[in-house]
């Protein structure tokens, strides 16, 4: 089945930089893949998505950047809060109905 | 904002009882799914659900799991027998047109079998 891996099990950055969280994907026909944070707690919570037709794509303090040369996949989020601390997973689709998440990133952010 | 509410919030049950899950999924939704979250590890995918039948599965979805929509509103998850390992955070899913987009999830129910 497909793969979708996270780099980086944790990551802790100071409050005000910048976070970058990456995901490596290994199905290639993946056509579509969503970002979602996870607080303690709660379901997964849709962030941003990009289509395999795109390398980027720019939300509301989140960018999120797809190389498909590499099948790498990475949020950024920029001006990093201690609200955002949580567990980032990506998600990749390729056709059918399943979304496959990876392992999850836990991200905590410092004051 | 429309949400997918799921009940119980937490369940705890001896081995070997049946356990009913229960979503609302956003009304104008079509595709509905369950997921699973052992704790500590990732949501992994349990089933979809379209047009009253499941549409996928996975392995994890074995015999012991049956869903149904019994009143077009309500979207269920039955564990007939369930074991230790089932215990597990259990999220209801529902998407819009299409099959792709935006996965909204519930809260999730928390199963704790004993």
């Known amino acids: 089945g497909e793969s979708v891996g996270l780099h980086l099990p944790t990551l802790s950055v100071q409050e005000g930089d910048n976070s970058i969280i990456n995901c490596a994907y290994s199905n290639s026909a993946s056509d579509y893949f969503i970002w979602y944070k996870q607080e303690s707690g709660k379901g997964p919570q849709f962030i941003i998505d990009i289509r395999s037709n795109m390398d980027k794509r720019q939300g509301q303090r989140v960018t999120v950047l797809l190389n498909k040369t590499v099948k790498h996949l990475s949020l950024q989020i920029a001006a990093t809060q201690p609200g955002d601390s949580a567990v980032y997973f990506c998600?990749?689709?390729?056709?059918?109905?399943?979304?496959?998440f990876g392992t999850g990133t836990s991200l905590t952010v410092i004051p | 904002e429309p949400e997918v509410t799921q009940t119980p919030s937490h369940q705890v049950t001896q081995m070997g009882q049946e356990v009913i899950l229960r979503c609302v999924p956003i009304?104008?939704?079509?595709?509905f799914y369950w997921y699973r979250q052992i704790l500590g590890q990732k949501v992994e995918f349990l089933v979809s659900?379209?047009?009253?039948?499941?549409?996928?599965k996975s392995e994890i979805f074995d015999d012991q799991f049956s869903v149904e929509r019994p009143d077009g509103s309500n979207f269920t998850l039955k564990i007939r027998s369930t074991k230790l390992e089932d215990s597990a955070m259990y999220f209801c899913a529902s998407i819009g047109q299409g099959k792709a987009g935006e996965l909204f999830f519930g809260e999730g129910s928390r199963l704790t079998v004993l």
């Open positions: 009304s104008n939704h079509l595709y």
């Open positions: 659900f379209y047009n009253n039948e499941i549409s996928e």
């Open positions: 998600a990749e689709i390729s056709g059918g109905e399943q979304f496959y």
